[in-house]
């Protein structure tokens, strides 16, 4: 088929083609004299981008999810209770691994469509005098349901009970994207990944550390091999890994670090928001509905939009790809079928989100879903019109 195929799902993002370029060269020597010359500045620069002035960061070749492994199996140890909710694909498998590695989880179950439990939370850490939780856990954002949790309220629940457990946050698909602040905010591992916000392919995944975390790996007993802080902070110190690292990812990294300070961090959150505000207008023209159940819980980084009763989201997922080359993101879990879901993070523009919403109207329309063609689309530019700088009259 002609032209692009477009690219919309939540992760892997579109990757701009000066990272894809960065990462087309020779195989190059991992124990090279030289190398620390492109891993040291990394591991200074990405602590930028999780606001880590601190503690450090590891960088794993692995998805996100081997970096929530590293997270508990260095940090805590068997037995450990800590305090998780679910309210999502993501949030859901967090937790199944938590009990899958001998954790004592204290899951509170939320409705799919909010958030982080702030109240509850903070009954628990009340009620637990005896300090016997270690951990508190935190999805920054729910990819399933397109929800946004407030981690600086975390750490507020934490400090109001003067509790010593250390906050885990999941930022796979918001940091970098979303506002995050690592050490304002005290947060102690921050989890993410490289195909999402940092706009690269799969393949690396970010943890990043406070001291205090850090302290506690030295007197936890979890097992761990693969993913030993130990073993990572005695290479990495002098610009090396353990073992083999991904060294196209590397050099795609340090191109996609260089993007994120040149745009600025908080421009990225305001063009996310812009562009995200931009979907949520089209969904309200299409008469359609959020999965996320209120305004606090929208996310910036994807929209997870419920579908009329009687039509299998699905199938608007299938139409969009074998129809127009275009891949939405479709409903995981409780929420199969019954939402699509649109990615709008990472290297992203108004246009390509105009791309999205067609898409979407021409694959709604075909499956049944009655709406006006091109209503959610004339709300996006609007919007985008009504935000978008404009060029200054020039003086008669
Ligand atoms: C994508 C994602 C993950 C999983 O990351 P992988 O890189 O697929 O292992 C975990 N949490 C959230 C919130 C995600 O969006």
């Not at 891949?327 to 995981?332: A, I, R, V």
């Amino acid at each position: 088929m002609a032209g692009f195929t477009h690219l919309f799902i939540p992760g892997p993002t579109n990757i701009p083609e000066q990272v894809r370029q960065a990462m087309n060269l020779p195989m190059e020597d991992m124990r090279a004299a030289s190398f620390p010359t492109l891993t040291l500045p990394l591991f200074e620069d990405i602590k930028r981008v999780f606001k880590n002035e601190t503690g450090r960061v590891f960088i794993y070749p692995s998805s996100g999810t081997g970096a929530w492994e590293a997270a508990m199996t260095n940090v805590l140890s068997p037995g450990d209770k800590v305090l998780m909710s679910r309210f999502g694909q993501f949030s859901h498998l967090w937790v199944d691994m938590a009990e899958r590695l001998g954790f004592e989880v204290d899951v509170i179950d939320c409705e799919w469509g909010t958030g982080v439990p702030l109240d509850l939370y903070a009954e628990k850490l009340r009620a637990d005098k005896a300090h016997r939780i270690k951990a508190v856990f935190c999805t920054q954002n729910e990819t399933a349901t397109g929800v946004a949790s407030d981690v600086a309220g975390c750490r507020a629940a934490l400090d109001a009970t003067n509790h010593p457990a250390l906050l885990f946050v999941d930022g796979v698909s918001s940091i970098g994207s979303i506002d995050f602040r690592q050490e304002e905010w005290g947060v102690d591992c921050a989890v993410s990944g490289s195909q999402k916000g940092f706009m690269l392919p799969a393949g690396l995944g970010f943890l990043s550390v406070s001291q205090k975390a850090l302290a506690a790996s030295r007197v936890a007993t979890h097992r761990h091999c693969y993913f030993s802080f130990e073993d990572m902070i005695r290479t990495n110190d002098a610009g090396y890994f353990p073992y083999t690292p991904a060294t196209q990812l590397l050099r795609g990294l340090r191109a996609s670090l260089d993007l994120i300070a040149e745009e600025g961090l908080e421009n990225i959150f305001a063009r996310h928001h812009r562009l995200a505000e931009g979907v949520r207008k089209a969904v309200d023209a299409w008469g359609l509905k959020l999965c996320a159940k209120a305004p606090q819980w929208h996310s910036d980084t994807v929209s997870a939009i419920l579908v009329p009763e009687g039509i299998d989201s699905a199938n608007v997922v299938k139409r969009a790809y074998s129809a127009y080359q275009t891949s939405l993101g479709g409903g995981l879990n409780k929420v199969a079928g019954k939402v699509f879901r649109i990615g709008h993070l990472g290297w992203l523009n108004e246009v390509m989100v105009l791309a999205s919403l067609s898409a979407a109207e021409m694959a709604l329309l075909d499956c049944g879903v009655r709406l006006a063609p091109g209503s959610g689309v004339a709300a996006a530019i609007e919007h985008f019109r009504r935000t978008a700088e404009m060029p200054v009259a020039k003086a008669a």
